[in-house]
Each structure stands twice: as C-alpha cells, then as structure tokens.
C-alpha cells in the first residue's frame, strides 16, 4: 500500500468535470484507489463517490493505493491532480 497526500488546485475543486477526468484516470489501474478527505473516505473510481466527497479548491487529500500496479498509479494520480484535471 501506497499514500501521498496532494492538495486541489482546481479553482472550484472536483466537480463534475474534473471528477470524471479522475475516475478515468483511476480506472486505468488494477489497484484499489481510494482517497481520505475530513476523515471520510472515498472511491477514486466512482464519480458518485468523488463528487460526494464535496472536495473544494485548497482542500488537501490523501490517496491510498493499494494492489499490482500501486506505485504507478498513485504518480499517475498525483501527477493529474497537480496538473488541474484538465481545467
């Protein structure tokens, strides 16, 4: 298992766009990818999950990867977080 906390940077945080660009995002790994926010934890490939988890811009979250492919995908997740999820 692998964790990396990253901060939102998305002006108006994960909303519906960027949420979708994550959950595709982590969809490309075999691994369980989960994120903690407030003490909640969320699925990194369900956009329900994500957009409930009301992330908002400056907010700081910790990805947990966890399976075959973990290492790549917590860089790969990290690297599209600090790269604005397409915004």
């Known amino acids: 298992m692998v964790r990396q906390k990253v901060v939102i940077k998305n002006p108006t945080g994960l909303h519906l766009r960027p949420a979708g660009i994550l959950c595709k995002e982590a969809m490309r790994f075999k691994s369980l990818i989960t994120f903690t926010f ?50």
């Open 38 to 87: 407030r003490e909640n934890t969320a699925n990194a490939k369900s956009v329900l999950s994500v957009l409930g988890a009301c992330v908002k811009c400056g907010d700081e979250i910790e990805f947990i990867c966890e399976g075959e492919d973990e290492e790549k995908a917590l860089e790969s997740l990290v690297k599209a977080i600090e790269n604005g999820l397409g915004e």
